[in-house]
């Protein structure tokens, strides 16, 4: 085997483990900031006293939107790429988190928290998963699930962290806080992704 073939594949293989590592950090920062919305609840519910079910509204209308749009960030993805794709989608979530710590009215937290958020999470599974599938042909399944496990990770992680963050400074300033951090994290690793 010729010796430029030999190093395309060695550094395609690392390409490809660096892809599964920044998928799993990706998967692990958003989903534990999105499966802490509990921690949220009751702080929001203080504030404005609301009856429990109004703010349930915003996360059920988030996985509502997450689902209906992810049929067309897959479309999307295959038309400019996985980069832009999740670029967008971790602009959305930061900023949808941004808007969210200045809410004062519940259409604000359905529209922020609900739509934007919702429409941000939606571009990030397919991405990650095809980005990651087709940089690998053996260990195409053990490799995406990889990435996969960075949610149930960040479900287990993300809640008694972001919980010790809300005491600490508030659920406006937590939120405000972490939507920086999603904003910058997720779309400066998504430009290390390559199809």
């Known amino acids: ?98 808007l969210t710590s200045q809410i004062q009215t519940i259409w604000q937290y359905y529209v922020f928290y609900g739509l934007v958020i919702g429409t941000g999470l939606s571009g990030v599974v397919v991405p990650l998963l095809s980005t990651v599938a087709r940089w690998f042909i053996a260990r195409r399944s053990m490799m995406t699930g990889v990435v996969a496990t960075g949610v149930g ?14 005491i600490a400074y508030g659920w406006r300033l937590s939120f405000l806080i972490l939507g920086g951090a999603l904003l910058v994290l997720v779309v400066l690793i998504s430009q290390w992704l390559q199809s």
Not at 60 to 77: A, Y
Not at 153 to 166: E, F, H, Q, S
């Open 153 to 166: 990770v960040g479900i287990i992680a993300g809640p008694p962290l972001i919980n010790n963050l809300v």
């Open 1 to 98: 085997m010729p010796l430029n073939t030999q190093l395309l594949r060695w550094s395609s293989s690392r390409y490809g483990y660096l892809s599964v590592a920044l998928g799993f950090i990706i998967m692990v920062v958003v989903y534990s900031v999105f499966f802490s919305f509990g921690v949220f609840f009751k702080p929001v519910l203080e504030e404005f006293g609301w009856s429990r079910a109004v703010p349930s509204g915003a996360f059920s209308i988030s996985w509502i939107t997450q689902g209906l749009v992810s049929i067309f960030m897959g479309w999307l993805c295959d038309r400019i790429g996985p980069r832009i794709v999740l670029s967008i989608s971790g602009f959305l979530i930061g900023t949808g988190l941004i």
